[in-house]
């Protein structure tokens, strides 16, 4: 019986990091994760991740054949194999591949997580037929992955791609990065509970999120009360909509993509979320791009999905190196 071939994923996050195996056509096998435990050193992380996988591998071997490995992490650096200056893992410079290789004697790829995303919906999800296209993680962050005639755009120094660090505000609010008014401020799970409390502040609406206090409220919970209706959470999606489709007006005038799809995070309120920001990108558009470039929603199977993009980034390098189809 002929081994399933497949490639290992790894996604790095701040909390947990998570595993699987995944063969050419996106269908994931053993997958699991272990707490990443930022106290602790990256060595740790991977002696712990890999004793578990191989504990896990030992039992499968006879059914699968690695080929090589996918990693996902912020700031990763695609031509180094490095995790630099990464606030969300506390890591100021790591060298993933080295520590990988003490492990497994394959290729290994490395790079930002939402490059990785994007490889993923290019390989997996609804930009299977694309060569052109954005890919916007909106959770904690404003991660994006940028598919150029096929390829991730990854820059002189593998750090291309930081639409979320764009100024949408001049000397708005404070972002993680040093600097005011990035794009991530505003678009993001934090950036919307900041927008409902501004617009609390300034209106006489009765909400049904009034009473929480800022450390309790989520996005989810603004999600629910304007599917329910709330005025003061609808106006807090349409002012989200409205900055994040002013801002790829622009974008859509440096890359001209067919595509841009939004995953994770506040892309789970669907059209709240999504015809507001499809209304201001085409009112702002230049007219040569205008009724050209769809927003769509991330095709990925839920769960998997930083698994399937970390994967993927393994998957493209394969495919590039040796023709797979």
Same mark, same amino acid.
């Given at each position: /019986?002929?081994?399933? %071939?497949?490639?290992?994923? $790894?996604?790095?996050?701040?909390?947990?990091?998570?595993?699987?195996?995944?063969?050419?056509?996106?269908?994931?096998?053993?997958?699991?994760?272990?707490?990443? +435990?930022?106290?602790? #050193?990256?060595?740790?992380?991977?002696?712990?991740?890999?004793?578990?996988?191989?504990?896990?591998?030992?039992?499968?071997?006879?059914?699968?054949?690695?080929?090589?490995?996918?990693?996902?992490?912020?700031?990763?650096?695609?031509?180094?194999?490095?995790?630099?200056?990464?606030?969300?893992?506390?890591?100021?410079?790591?060298?993933? *591949?080295? /520590?990988?290789?003490?492990?497994?004697?394959?290729?290994?790829? $490395?790079?930002?997580?939402?490059?990785?995303?994007? &490889?993923?919906? /290019?390989?997996?999800?609804?930009? %299977?037929? /694309? %060569?052109?296209?954005? @890919?916007?993680?909106?959770?904690?962050?404003?991660?994006?992955?940028?598919?150029?005639?096929?390829?991730?755009?990854?820059?002189?120094?593998?750090?291309?791609?930081?639409?979320?660090?764009?100024?949408?505000?001049?000397?708005?609010?404070?972002?993680?990065?040093?600097?005011?008014?990035?794009?991530?401020?505003?678009?993001?799970?934090?950036?919307?509970? +900041?927008?409902?409390?501004?617009?609390?502040?300034?209106?006489?609406?009765?909400?049904?999120? *009034?009473?929480?206090?800022? #450390?309790? !409220?989520?996005?989810?919970?603004?999600?629910?009360?304007?599917?329910?209706?709330?005025?003061?959470?609808?106006?807090?999606?349409?002012?989200?909509? @409205?900055? !994040?489709?002013?801002?790829?007006?622009?974008?859509?005038?440096?890359?001209?993509?067919?595509?841009?799809? !939004?995953?994770?995070?506040?892309?789970?309120?669907?059209? &709240? &979320?999504?015809?507001?920001?499809?209304?201001?990108?085409?009112?702002?558009? &230049?007219?040569?791009? @205008?009724?050209?470039?769809?927003?769509?929603?991330?095709?990925?199977?839920?769960?998997?999905?930083?698994?399937?993009?970390?994967?993927?980034?393994?998957?493209?390098?394969? @495919?590039?190196?040796?023709?797979?189809?």
């Amino acid at each position: /019986m002929a081994h399933k %071939k497949v490639t290992l994923g $790894i996604e790095i996050g701040g909390t947990n990091t998570s595993f699987g195996l995944v063969d050419i056509l996106g269908n994931c096998f053993v997958e699991s994760r272990i707490p990443t +435990r930022l106290n602790e #050193s990256p060595e740790s992380l991977f002696e712990r991740l890999f004793k578990k996988f191989n504990k896990i591998y030992k039992e499968k071997s006879s059914e699968y054949e690695l080929l090589g490995i996918g990693i996902g992490a912020p700031s990763a650096n695609y031509y180094k194999g490095t995790v630099e200056y990464s606030s969300n893992l506390n890591w100021v410079y790591v060298n993933i *591949k080295d /520590m990988v290789k003490k492990y497994y004697d394959l290729p290994i790829v $490395i790079a930002n997580d939402a490059n990785a995303a994007a &490889l993923g919906e /290019m390989k997996f999800g609804v930009a %299977k037929k /694309m %060569k052109n296209f954005i @890919q916007l993680t909106l959770s904690r962050g404003f991660g994006s992955g940028i598919v150029v005639d096929g390829n991730i755009l990854y820059g002189s120094d593998g750090f291309a791609g930081e639409i979320g660090h764009t100024i949408v505000e001049k000397n708005g609010r404070s972002c993680g990065c040093g600097r005011k008014g990035c794009l991530e401020t505003y678009v993001s799970t934090g950036g919307l509970i +900041r927008t409902y409390y501004e617009l609390l502040s300034k209106s006489n609406e009765i909400s049904v999120l *009034k009473e929480f206090r800022p #450390s309790e !409220l989520t996005s989810d919970l603004i999600l629910k009360a304007a599917i329910h209706g709330d005025k003061l959470a609808l106006a807090t999606f349409e002012n989200t909509g @409205q900055i !994040l489709g002013e801002a790829l007006a622009n974008v859509v005038a440096y890359l001209n993509p067919e595509a841009i799809i !939004l995953s994770e995070g506040i892309a789970v309120a669907g059209d &709240l &979320l999504l015809v507001p920001t499809k209304k201001h990108m085409e009112k702002n558009m &230049l007219n040569l791009f @205008q009724g050209k470039v769809e927003i769509l929603l991330s095709g990925l199977v839920k769960g998997n999905v930083a698994i399937l993009g970390a994967s993927a980034l393994s998957w493209h390098e394969i @495919q590039k190196k040796k023709n797979i189809s």
